[in-house]
T-cell receptor
Framework: AQSVTQLDSQVPVFEEAPVELRCNYSSSVSVYLFWYVQYPNQGLQLLLKYLSGSTLVKGINGFEAEFNKSQTSFHLRKPSVHISDTAEYFC???????????FGQGTTLQVKP | GAVVSQHPSRVICKSGTSVKIECRSL??????MFWYRQFPKKSLMLMAT?????????EQGVEKDKFLINHASLTLSTLTVTSAHPEDSSFYICSARERRDPDYEQYFGPGTRLTVT
């Protein structure tokens, strides 16, 4: 069965500092990988996705992620965060059945001034 | 493009009553819609998958008779929480997958906050 593990439940960081949110997945088949952001009391917004091709994926709001097949990781990075990046971030993998997304537990990014 | 709406955004109901939540794809046809439940500070839990014109497929542990899902058209799916109880209070989020979308992307609605008193 496929699964996703987000290694950090909370990541505090100062404004303008770089940040990395970690995500590891397990799968025996090819995967599609996603990062979503959720602001308080809102739905999910897609940040970026990896389907195939280049392992470095660039998304919205200056975020990027790198697919590492050997380490089964898909870590999210941003070189300089803003206060407005404070939110919940979810890593997800698309399972083989009916296009179901399997989500990680989420990481709360807290950007401090 | 690819906008999904939910209505209502917030609803408060009394224990024992039923509540209907609508999920609409505004600018595309959604052959498949998904319903998720999210508890505070927790990840999303898939409740069911619905295909237009077919019965929904529920995830293990989700009560079919309590959470009624209808996907009657390519732009509308509804979730009805029947005989709601306080433990049903949660944030419910739907998503929709576009017809002929080879990238399998799901577009998410803004969510509905249900509070059962």
């Amino acid at each position: 069965a496929q699964s996703v593990t987000q290694l950090d439940s909370q990541v505090p960081v100062f404004e303008e500092a770089p940040v990395e949110l970690r995500c590891n997945y397990s799968s025996s088949v090819s995967v599609y990988l996603f990062w979503y952001v959720q602001y308080p009391n809102q739905g999910l917004q897609l940040l970026l996705k990896y389907l195939s091709g280049s392992t470095l994926v660039k998304g919205i709001n200056g975020f990027e992620a790198e697919f590492n097949k050997s380490q089964t990781s898909f870590h999210l990075r941003k070189p300089s965060v803003h206060i407005s990046d404070t939110a919940e971030y979810f890593c997800a993998v698309k399972g083989p059945v009916r296009g179901k997304l399997i989500f990680g537990q989420g990481t709360t990014l807290q950007v401090k001034p | 493009g690819a906008v999904v709406s939910q209505h209502p955004s917030r609803v408060i109901c009394k224990s024992g009553t039923s509540v209907k939540i609508e999920c609409r794809s505004l600018d595309f046809q959604a052959t498949t819609m998904f319903w998720y439940r999210q508890f505070p500070k927790k990840s999303l839990m898939l409740m069911a998958t619905s295909n237009e014109g077919s019965k929904a497929t529920y995830e293990q542990g989700v009560e079919k008779d309590k959470f009624l899902i209808n996907h009657a058209s390519l732009t509308l799916s509804t979730l009805t929480v029947t005989s709601a109880h306080p433990e049903d209070s949660s944030f419910y989020i739907c998503s929709a997958r576009e017809r002929r979308d080879p990238d399998y992307e799901q577009y998410f609605g803004p969510g509905t906050r249900l509070t059962v008193t």
